[in-house]
Structures are given as structure tokens and as C-alpha cells.
């Protein structure tokens, strides 16, 4: 049951007001850093360059303040575009550089709920939207074009077009004219591709249990369909010369695909964009594809001498293959045992640039090939970790400094932007490179945080952290993505506390191969995942540094789920944790109805099918518009715990999606995590 609501109350009331707390379980003197300082670095993404390359922009977020940045040749100087001031949770995204890189448009707002509603997780009374805006690279104040999303822009005139509730909108950058409605049509329209010259607009049409590639021409006023089938066609991609278009062709089924429809099969499809007359030009030989083709963004493009590029997993990892159209034969560029990720084409199509962990399975680096095949060459290495390959640029990190973009300038890598002054380079931790077992054997690969102060008896209060997606994998650095550089941040922020964090990659995450990601039994088949919560733990028990009687658990989403498992079936082992708006019932986070034959095995994959057995108090963290994980979970788990007589400690942030949209709800969650910890593992 509860105790002490009244103290508790107050605190949660200070804390999403967005104060600090000041941790009194050690003393101030002895803590190297505050938590706000370790998140203090502003984070880079959407790095993109301009046709030319000799330009550069991305978002800076700055402890909630989102900006665009610029840097152009020859001097590749920082300078803020927008001003954006407020920490109001309104994100920036898809940046995009107009064809002759006097203009970058971008999106300033999240995508809708479940509800229809716009993310407003500052409770502005005045509301939310998500809008496409433009700010020119000359300077002067950003416009907003119009309410909508994925913008495109023009490869030869100074127009983008952009979706607003499954229609597309066509608007002039260099004018006043008025966005106008392109068409009307059936079904959503999704993944726009203009043709090189302009005139023409590929599109996929999303319709239930099938989808069409379509084709609208801009002069013509007429839309066509390209080589229609019962299946479900995405990603067109135009040939350079725009006389092909290729796609890429999944199974039709009787609903939309879901999360757990990863691997399915796919083909590439090659179309002549006149005739609409299409041909399979390969299939991949077993059912890999899912997950490769929709990962990435684009997973389909023409590389030099009319081939084609695209990522497939059919031989074990994530792999780049170039597929001649003529001949039709594939050829792996990037053959081994290592994933790759984020490539682009160099302007004359002939190189290949891309982050993968070849030879350094826990970090990033850039890397070269040519798209005609080759030997693939590594662009940087060392202890960095280096992804987001746009041009002669890229975003670099590592253990101690977080994300920042970096331009490649002959052979001197050129930071774009200082560290601020209050952040805590030199005392954060190296984290060590550590492989464990699951409880059945399955090697798995984390990293070790270890505290600077040692305790007089010499064992530390450990913490397992779980991250989430499951899709995901942390790295010996700081994380290319936000959610994950915010609990980097944290698990540095433990240590420097006192405590022993073991970050650990476990079973259905990325970075290992396919067969460690479609691990046998996992999630809502079977929770083969628990395996490594326990393994995590008993590992960690087994250290001489670590007292076995104080071992906790914290994490996000999936994160969630893995710390409620570790709660609800090992509290003698696991005796506290923090659950950020984590799955509780697989049934109904995936509307498996009682009786169907897959729901027993989702309840019983889940912690609330194990909450007779939960014994160790929990703080549960969640935003109550979460559009990724329900709500409900969070609100089923309290009540159950509540009737239990389990201590609980619930945080609710009013109008917070999951990935946090204000920096002080994370800085919030986190000093509420920290106390927490210092509470009921107290170092010593």
C-alpha cells in the first residue's frame, strides 16, 4: 500500500512543476555533477546537407528549446536560423534543403494521437498543431507554410509538397501564393517521390489490406496506377533519368501490418513510369524483409549505372546489396557479421557512405564502398562512435562527450559546436565493454558503469537498465537518439551517486544479427527475454563490488515491461525498480481478445499475470497521451498493485506523450527516479 501520501503528494506535485529536488541521501560535496549539468548538452539530429554539399543544417535541442542550425563553406561556422525559445514540447523535424539551398523547410509539431488530437504536453490553452514551416539560410524569421508533415521539395524549382491527412499539398517557397491541393484519391497517400525534373509525383496509396503505387502528373492534372495488385506497394523511388520507377512489394493481407509482422517477405519491383507495366526484378529467399525495408528512410534508391540499392536481412545481418537491373543479379556491398545503417549516395552516385559496427560490434562508425560493389573502407574508427552520414558530414560522440555534428574537411574532422561551459566532461565514466549469460545460456554484450567512490566495505547498490523498442541497442557512448542520450545521461548520473549500473542488450534488440533480434519466444510469445533479466541480475550478484542485497531495475517502454518482469518474478532479487510507461498486459497492448488461441501465451508473457509474486516497491512514470504505449497499462498495474498491498509510487505528467516532449519532464522523471533509488537502495 501506500505510504506517507502526504510527503509523497508534494514531491510529485514540485516535481512536475519542474523544480529540483535536492537529493539528501549523500552529501552534496561528495556528488561530482548534478543531473541538470549532465543534461545540459544541447542534441543534434536531422543533420542534412544541400544539393551541392557545401552546406549543412540540423536541430539543436537545448534543454527544451529547439532550433535549426546552419554551417556552409569554407568556414562551416554554427549559426542559429530560428529562435525558438520556450521549452514547449513542440519538436522540429524533416529538414530539408530547397534545390538550390536558399531555403530549409521543416516540420514543427508531433503527429496526431489516437484521438486526433495534436501532442500539447505544455497544456497550452491557445492548443497544438503540426505544421509545416521555412526559414531562409540567408536568415530573417521563419513562415509558416501550412498545417501538415513529410515535406519533399522540388529537385529543380523553389516548391515543396506535404501531407495533411492522407492528401498532398503542393506550396511555393518564393512567393505568396497559396498551398493548394494537389488531387483526390482513395486510400492515404504516403511516401511522395517527385520525379527529377519535377513534373511528375509517385506516391504509395495506403488502402486496408493493399496499397497502390500511384503516379499524378503536375502538368497533365491526371493521376494513373502502377502495375495494381492485391499486394501492399510502398517506397517509390525514380530512376535518375525519370523513365523507371522501382518499389518495393510486400504480401497483401487482411489488415494493416503491425509490429510483430517484421519478417515478412518482400520483392523489388522495376516499372516503366509511362506504361505502368511492371516486373519482379528479385525476391528475397525467405521471409527477412519486413523489418530492413521499413527501418530505414529511404530503404530503396538508384545508385550509379542504373542499379539499385536497398537493405535486406536474408543472410543473418543487416546488409546494403546492389541490385544490377538488367542483368538482375545482387551483390552484397557490405559482406560479415556486423549491421549497417544510415547510408546516402555521394552527388555522383558512385560511393556509398554509412555507419556500421564492423569490427566494433557496440559502437558506430563511417564507412565508404563503392555502389558498384568493392571493399568497403572505413572513414573514421577509434573510441568514438560516428552515424548520421550527410555528405562530408556527420553527428560523433563517445563515452565521456555526447552527440555533436561534426564536417569532414580534407583529413581534419571540424566540430561545429562547444561543449557549454557547465557540462561535466572530464567526471563522467568510461563504460566498460562486458559480456554475461541469460539464464539459458545466450550470450549477451553490455556495458558496466562503475561508481568513482567506493564504499568502505567495498559493495555498491547495483542497477540493471533495460533499454527499449525492443528494437534498439546501447552502445560503449552516448546514443545517437534523444530518449536513449537522456538515459545514457542518467545511467552516468547513477554511477556518480554511488551505484554500479549494468546497461544490458538483451534477446529481440538490434546490433547482433537476426537471429538475436527474432529471438525464439519473445515478448507477447513467450517472454524468452526474462531469460536475460535474470541472468542481468545474477550477474551482477555474483560481482565482489556489488551488494546482492541491494539490486534494482529501471527502464522505458520494453525497458518498462523487462523492469515490471523483473519485479513481478524475481523481487528477491530485484528489490526495487523504476518502470517508465511500460507494457503490462501483451493481450491488450495488442488487442488479442480472451479466447483467441494467442492470448493465454500474451498474459502469461506479461507482468500482470505475475503480480501474486511482485513484492518490491516501484515508482511507475508515464504521460497520459502516450500514443505508443496505452495509458491504461500504467492505470492497470497501480490498481492491481494497490489491492496487492505493494509500496507503489506513481509520477503522471498530464498531456506527456512517451518520448518526453518537455526537457523538464525529463529532468523531472529523473530526479524523481534518482530519490527513488537513494530511498529504497540507499548507498552507503
Excluded at 84 to 108: K, T, W, Y
Excluded at 386 to 394: I, L, N, T
Excluded at 416 to 433: R, S
Amino acid at each position: 500500500m501506500d505510504r506517507k501520501p502526504g510527503l509523497r503528494a508534494a514531491c510529485v506535485l514540485a516535481l512536475a512543476a519542474g523544480l529540483a529536488i535536492t537529493v539528501s541521501s549523500r552529501p552534496a560535496e561528495t556528488q561530482p555533477f548534478t543531473l541538470e549539468a549532465v543534461l545540459s548538452a544541447p542534441f543534434p539530429s536531422d543533420l542534412v546537407a544541400s544539393q551541392l554539399g557545401d552546406a549543412f543544417a540540423w536541430t539543436f535541442y537545448d534543454q527544451g528549446k529547439r532550433n535549426i542550425w546552419f554551417a556552409q563553406a569554407p568556414d562551416f561556422k554554427a549559426t542559429p536560423l530560428t529562435r525558438f525559445d520556450q521549452d514547449d514540447g513542440q519538436e522540429i523535424s524533416s529538414l530539408a534543403f530547397s534545390h538550390n539551398g536558399s531555403v530549409i523547410v521543416f516540420v514543427r509539431g508531433q503527429g496526431m494521437n489516437r484521438s486526433g488530437e495534436y501532442p500539447n504536453p505544455s497544456s497550452n490553452p491557445a492548443g497544438a498543431e503540426q505544421a509545416v514551416w521555412a526559414v531562409k539560410t540567408s536568415g530573417g524569421e521563419p513562415w509558416r507554410i501550412g498545417q501538415g508533415s513529410s515535406p519533399v521539395l522540388s529537385p529543380v524549382e523553389e516548391k515543396v509538397v506535404y501531407s495533411l491527412r492522407g492528401t498532398l499539398i503542393m506550396a511555393s517557397l518564393d512567393g505568396p501564393a497559396a498551398p493548394q491541393s494537389l488531387f483526390k484519391a482513395r486510400g492515404a497517400v504516403v511516401t511522395p517521390s517527385l520525379s527529377p525534373d519535377g513534373t511528375r509525383l509517385a506516391f504509395a496509396s495506403s488502402r486496408d489490406d493493399h496499397s497502390f503505387i500511384g503516379i499524378y502528373d503536375l502538368k497533365g492534372k491526371s493521376l494513373s496506377w502502377v502495375a495494381p495488385s492485391v499486394d501492399r506497394d510502398y517506397f517509390p523511388a525514380w530512376s535518375p533519368d525519370g523513365v523507371r520507377l522501382a518499389f518495393i512489394r510486400f504480401p497483401g493481407s487482411k489488415s494493416e501490418p503491425s509490429y510483430w509482422d517484421e519478417s515478412s517477405s518482400f520483392s523489388i519491383m522495376v516499372a516503366d513510369a509511362t506504361s505502368g507495366v511492371a516486373r519482379e526484378a528479385w525476391r528475397s529467399p525467405n521471409p527477412t524483409g519486413g523489418f530492413a525495408q521499413t527501418y530505414f528512410d529511404p530503404p530503396l534508391f538508384w545508385g550509379a549505372g542504373g542499379s539499385l540499392v536497398f537493405y535486406s536481412e536474408h543472410e543473418g545481418w543487416m546488409h546494403l546489396y546492389a541490385l544490377d537491373t538488367v542483368t538482375e543479379k545482387v551483390t552484397c556491398l557490405t559482406p560479415g557479421d556486423f549491421e549497417v545503417e544510415g547510408a546516402n549516395l555521394t552527388k555522383d552516385m558512385k560511393t556509398l557512405i554509412f555507419n556500421s559496427n564492423q569490427g566494433d560490434i557496440d559502437r558506430r562508425h563511417i564507412w565508404r564502398v563503392a555502389s558498384a560493389g568493392g571493399t568497403a573502407v572505413a572513414v573514421t574508427g577509434g573510441e568514438g562512435i560516428e552515424v548520421a552520414p550527410s555528405g562530408a558530414a556527420f553527428l560523433q560522440s563517445d563515452a565521456r562527450r555526447p552527440m555533436h555534428p561534426v564536417v569532414r574537411v580534407g583529413k581534419e574532422n571540424r566540430d561545429l559546436e562547444p561543449l557549454p561551459a557547465g557540462f561535466p566532461l572530464d567526471k563522467m565514466a568510461v563504460p566498460e565493454a562486458v559480456t554475461l549469460s541469460g539464464a539459458d545460456g545466450l550470450t549477451l554484450h553490455g556495458q558496466l558503469f562503475k561508481p568513482a567512490r567506493k564504499p568502505a566495505n567495498g559493495r555498491s547498490p547495483a542497477l540493471v537498465f533495460f533499454h527499449g523498442g525492443s528494437r534498439r541497442q546501447m552502445l560503449l557512448g552516448w546514443h545517437p537518439m534523444y530518449y536513449y542520450a537522456n538515459a545514457y545521461a542518467m545511467n552516468q548520473y547513477l554511477a556518480s551517486l554511488g551505484y554500479v549500473v549494468l546497461s544490458v542488450n538483451y534477446r529481440s534488440g538490434i546490433g547482433y544479427g537476426m537471429e538475436f533480434r527474432e529471438a525464439l519466444n519473445y515478448g507477447p510469445s513467450g517472454a524468452s527475454e526474462y531469460n536475460d533479466v535474470q541472468g542481468a541480475g545474477l550477474w551482477l550478484r555474483a560481482r565482489a563490488d556489488v551488494d546482492p542485497e541491494r539490486i534494482g531495475a529501471w527502464g522505458g517502454s520494453y525497458g518498462g515491461y523487462l523492469t515490471a518482469m523483473a519485479l513481478a518474478r524475481a523481487s528477491d532479487l530485484y528489490k526495487a525498480g523504476v518502470d517508465f510507461h511500460g507494457v503490462h498486459d501483451w493481450a491488450l497492448e495488442i488487442h488479442i481478445p480472451p479466447g483467441e488461441p494467442d492470448y493465454k501465451p500474451a498474459f502469461e508473457a506479461s507482468p500482470m499475470a505475475w503480480v501474486k509474486t511482485w513484492r518490491s516497491p516501484v515508482l511507475l512514470i508515464a504521460g497520459d497521451d502516450d500514443p505508443d504505449v496505452q495509458f491504461n497499462q500504467t492505470v492497470m498495474l497501480a490498481d492491481a498493485l494497490r489491492r496487492q498491498g505493494v509500496d507503489r509510487e506513481v509520477l503522471i505528467f498530464p498531456d506527456e506523450v512517451h518520448d518526453f516532449l518537455l526537457w523538464r519532464t525529463w529532468r523531472a522523471a529523473y530526479e524523481a527516479s534518482a530519490a527513488f533509488f537513494l530511498k529504497r537502495l540507499p548507498v552507503q
